[in-house]
């Protein structure tokens, strides 16, 4: 599985963005998929996750309420849609994709495939 993250840029604070993370392989439909992001400096943070069928997602507690995950498995794409950008949001956010059939969104060993990531930077 290939996956390749687009949409990020530079924004100011208050601004929204949405990330698309595109995936290869026929079974896109089987993998729950999650958002993670780092900043500079800083460890590797989980954001989002969804569960294969999209039926649960999951959310860190500083994006809850401004950012939501949703996948279209028939384009094979999971989107990060991120509203009332702040500066502290700035970081390289990566998409990936865990093929496990019990799903520990925030758990990033336990993710299978990662893609090389896009970087978000808000202003304030």
């Known amino acids: 599985v290939q996956l390749q993250a687009s949409g990020g840029g530079l924004v100011q604070a208050g601004a929204f963005l949405r990330l698309a993370c595109a995936a290869s392989?026929?079974?896109?439909?089987?993998?729950?998929m999650g958002w993670f992001r780092q900043a500079p400096g800083k460890e590797r943070e989980f954001v989002a996750g969804?569960?294969?069928?999209?039926?649960?997602?999951y959310y860190a507690d500083s994006v809850k309420g401004r950012f939501t995950i949703s996948r279209d498995n028939a384009k094979n794409t999971v989107y990060l849609q991120m509203n009332s950008l702040k500066p502290e949001d700035t970081a390289v956010y990566y998409c990936?994709?865990?093929?496990?059939?019990?799903?520990?969104?925030?758990?990033?060993?336990?993710?299978?495939?990662w893609g090389p990531g896009t970087l978000v930077t808000v202003s304030s």
């Open positions: 969804i569960s294969w069928g999209g039926g649960s997602t």
């Open positions: 990936a994709a865990d093929t496990r059939v019990y799903y520990s969104p925030n758990v990033g060993d336990e993710y299978d495939y």
């Open positions: 392989g026929r079974t896109f439909s089987g993998y729950s």
